[in-house]
């Protein structure tokens, strides 16, 4: 009986493993956390959203604002306060259009990107693949 090489058990090892686990995605956008304070919306977690996203506090919260036609402050670095009842859904929905809009590459479709303003235009730089796209500041 001979002894698997390194090689045919590597292979071995991958078939068994699910899709899920080989395919696995390096960046996931994350959830907002919060809850209900009478006729308010407090999301605990938007400090450290911003942070993942690697984007200003206020940037993300001018967008998510004007996206949800809602009033709102920053409470804290961290909290969100909305002037309605906005479900978590909803919230999340934003987040995720403001992640497609302002972080993710249209080109390789990763997140290392970065907002620079040049001159007029604002454009969303990839240090990944070097992509450059003007966006339009909706804020």
Excluded: W
């Amino acid at each position: 009986m001979s002894v698997p090489n390194y090689e045919e058990m590597l292979k071995k090892a991958r078939k068994e493993l699910p899709e899920s686990v080989i395919f696995a995605e390096r960046f996931e956008i994350p959830k907002a956390k919060g809850h209900l304070e009478g006729n308010k919306t407090i999301v605990s977690n938007f400090g450290h959203i911003a942070k993942d996203l690697r984007r200003p506090v206020n940037h993300m919260f001018k967008y998510i604002l004007k996206e949800l036609a809602t009033p709102g402050v920053m409470r804290d670095l961290n909290t969100a306060v909305f002037g309605t009842k906005v479900s978590a859904t909803r919230i999340n929905e934003k987040i995720e259009q403001y992640t497609r809009t302002f972080v993710i590459c249209s080109e390789c479709g990763k997140p290392d990107t970065q907002i620079a303003k040049e001159g007029n235009v604002t454009n969303l730089k990839c240090s990944a693949c070097g992509a450059k796209k003007p966006i339009k500041s909706k804020i």
